[in-house]
């Protein structure tokens, strides 16, 4: 299984991106699929957003109200649209699917927000 993460670029404070994960099966195989960041200086990449199987949806409290995932079952595609981002919005961005018990994490897509 492949994931392919993109639509990262460099942005002013206030503007808005959309990144696309895309995947080499169905989407309808994982148990859930997920956005996770991992900021500069950070060891670890932390959660964002995450969609299960049941089309449950929840966000970290950092991007509630400002960054909303959607997918595409035709298209095989997972979508985190951001909107009015922040300078501390920085980060490489990263899916992940779950399928049974294996993780797939895709490749990152840099995201930058200038002030």
């Known amino acids: 299984v492949q994931l392919q993460a993109s639509g990262g670029g460099l942005v002013q404070a206030g503007g808005s991106l959309r990144l696309s994960c895309a995947a080499s099966?169905?989407?309808?195989?994982?148990?859930?699929m997920a956005w996770y960041r991992q900021a500069p200086g950070e060891e670890q990449r932390a959660f964002v957003a995450?969609?299960?199987?049941?089309?449950?949806?929840d966000y970290a409290d950092s991007v509630k109200g400002r960054f909303t995932l959607s997918r595409d079952i035709a298209k095989n595609t997972m979508y985190l649209q951001m909107n009015t981002l922040k300078p501390e919005d920085t980060a490489i961005y990263y899916c992940?699917?779950?399928?049974?018990?294996?993780?797939?994490w895709g490749r990152g897509t840099q995201v930058t927000v200038s002030s």
């Open positions: 995450r969609v299960t199987a049941g089309n449950d949806i």
């Open positions: 992940r699917g779950v399928q049974g018990t294996a993780n797939y």
């Open positions: 099966r169905s989407i309808r195989s994982f148990k859930s």
